[in-house]
């Protein structure tokens, strides 16, 4: 840390880039409240930036990298003065999985706050504006969230985090260490901050969590609920026209919330599901705690409660240990669970979790990246087919941005699949479409109505 070294001008205007998961652009929006709310200005880019919040993603070792070589480049750059370069802050998993290593391997940071302790940013930036160490990793039992400015401008699209962190253990994952044990938000505050983003603007609302469906709360009368409970509570807020949930794990899928897709008006047919193998023995060593079969069960139920749904995954190749026969497995389920979208990794050993000690195990890289290409391969044809599938069907799109073209508007559908619309109904209303045209990871449509339902 560039500490005592020299006392730096307190920075007037901040940029937040964010990398990895939703919960970190929830995350990054929140800081850029708070630095605003402060009087900072936001600015363009990171290189008009007085201040550059880096809030890092830690899952996989290439996302961890590559904050190194952005700091590098950030640091490169001088200030508007022409003199120091910008206040450099590392945030997010990789600030709490490295902390003060991060301080070691480079001179140019000058913060490293972590994700519970990002409200604690502008005090960090007063310190190291005075040249102090600026370092907090703490993960408090208070929460972050009730000290943070209320929600400002929101595209038609939100993000609103429910649940943080992770008991679930999966051998493979740093989550359960860089984001900590499973909290679930209070309702009450829930309900509050969705009315907040609606009434910034928001038609659309995602709940986020690493493991969304393990939130658990009181209803009014302080009986506990599950986050069906929670989007039931939130059909109820007016204005809002569609809610969304993401990540999901497969144990924690209740008959509650599969029954909340089939009479949920504004709950969205889509749900990510993510089964990471379709090996049992691999499910095992994953610490998955759920089997092939039981996966396909529950997608068998959920279809069973809205049968048009979009399935989405998550999946791994080349853990330690995956055998030809193994990966055959997973291209199993796969064809039958036949998935709208996906994403597909491969097995990356993250410092510090179990899976990364089974080094004697380890699948070649050539071997896991045919297989990454085969997977991904079946993937986007499905990907394909479902778009294609689509076209004919007449349904309601949330414009969300300008296409390329003048004229044309980018919305999603209830499956969360891009449209290109012509049409000149704002940025953030609901029209109705017929869809005419599919591609691997966009659709055409022509409007039928301007003003369509969820
Ligand atoms: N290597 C590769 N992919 C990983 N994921 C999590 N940890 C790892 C890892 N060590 C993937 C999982 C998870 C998604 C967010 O990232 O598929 O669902
Ligand atoms: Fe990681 Fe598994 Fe928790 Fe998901 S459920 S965050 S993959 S430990």
């Known amino acids: 840390m560039s500490q005592g070294t020299t006392t730096k001008t307190a920075p007037q205007s901040y940029f937040v880039k964010s990398f990895g998961c939703q919960m970190n652009v929830y995350d990054g929006e929140r800081?850029?409240?708070?630095?605003?709310?402060?009087?900072?200005?936001?600015?363009?880019?990171?290189?008009?930036?007085?201040?550059?919040?880096?809030?890092?993603c830690h899952i996989r070792e290439k996302a961890a990298e590559k904050v190194y070589s952005d700091i590098g480049r950030i640091a490169k750059r001088a200030g508007k003065d022409g003199g120091a370069k910008p206040m450099i802050a590392v945030a997010g998993c990789v600030a709490q999985a490295e902390g003060a290593e991060i301080v070691r391997r480079t001179k140019d940071v000058d913060i490293v706050v972590g994700p519970q302790a990002y409200h604690n940013l502008p005090e960090l930036v007063a310190k190291a504006a005075r040249g102090e160490s600026a370092l907090d990793?703490?993960?408090?039992?208070?929460?972050?969230?009730?000290?943070?400015?209320?929600?400002?401008?929101?595209?038609?699209?939100?993000?609103?985090?429910?649940?943080?962190?992770?008991?679930?253990?999966?051998?493979?994952?740093?989550?359960?260490?860089?984001?900590?044990?499973?909290?679930?938000?209070?309702?009450?505050?829930?309900?509050?901050?969705?009315?907040?983003?609606?009434?910034a603007g928001a038609k659309e609302i995602t709940?986020?969590?690493?493991?969304?469906?393990?939130?658990?709360?009181?209803?009014?009368?302080?009986?506990?609920q599950g986050?069906?409970?929670?989007?039931?509570?939130?059909?109820?807020?007016?204005?809002?026209?569609?809610?969304?949930?993401?990540?999901?794990?497969?144990?924690?899928?209740?008959?509650?919330?599969?029954?909340?897709?089939?009479?949920?008006?504004?709950?969205?047919?889509?749900?990510h599901l993510p089964v990471q193998s379709g090996s049992d023995p691999i499910l095992k060593a994953m610490n998955r705690s759920h089997a092939a079969e039981s996966y396909l069960a529950i997608i068998e139920r959920v279809r069973a409660a809205r049968p048009d749904i979009a399935i989405?995954?998550?999946?791994?190749?080349?853990?330690?240990?995956?055998s030809d026969e193994d990966f055959e497995a997973t291209l199993d389920i796969v064809r039958a669970t036949s998935y709208a979208q996906a994403f597909s990794f491969k097995y990356s050993p993250r410092p510090g979790t179990p899976a990364a000690e089974m080094d004697d195990t380890f699948v070649p890289a050539e071997i896991a990246d045919d297989r990454l290409q085969r997977l991904q391969a079946?993937?986007?044809?499905?990907?394909?087919?479902?778009?294609q599938a689509s076209v004919g069907k007449t349904t309601t799109l949330l414009l969300e941005r300008n296409g390329k073209k003048p004229g044309q508007k980018i919305g999603k559908s209830p499956w969360l699949q891009s449209v290109h619309v012509e049409t000149d109904a704002p940025i953030g209303s609901l029209v109705e479409v017929e869809l005419v045209s599919a591609g691997p990871n966009s659709l055409g449509g022509v409007i039928i109505a301007e003003s369509g339902g969820s």
């Open 31 to 56: 800081m850029a409240e708070l630095l605003g709310d402060k009087g900072m200005q936001a600015a363009a880019s990171a290189d008009e930036a007085d201040l550059v919040v880096l809030n890092t």
């Open 137 to 199: 990793t703490d993960m408090p039992a208070a929460s972050k969230f009730s000290a943070l400015p209320g929600r400002k401008k929101q595209a038609p699209s939100a993000f609103l985090t429910v649940q943080e962190g992770c008991d679930k253990f999966c051998t493979y994952c740093v989550v359960p260490y860089t984001r900590g044990a499973e909290i679930s938000r209070p309702r009450g505050d829930l309900i509050d901050e969705a009315k907040a983003l609606v009434d």
């Open 312 to 322: 989405s995954g998550d999946f791994i190749v080349g853990f330690p240990g995956e």
């Open 378 to 387: 079946l993937l986007n044809e499905q990907q394909q087919a479902f778009n």
């Open 227 to 271: 986050l069906d409970g929670l989007i039931r509570a939130l059909d109820r807020v007016e204005g809002l026209a569609r809610i969304r949930y993401t990540t999901s794990h497969p144990n924690d899928m209740t008959q509650g919330l599969i029954d909340a897709h089939g009479d949920v008006a504004k709950l969205m047919p889509y749900l």
């Open 207 to 224: 709940l986020l969590g690493q493991n969304v469906n393990a939130w658990t709360g009181e209803d009014e009368a302080g009986r506990e």
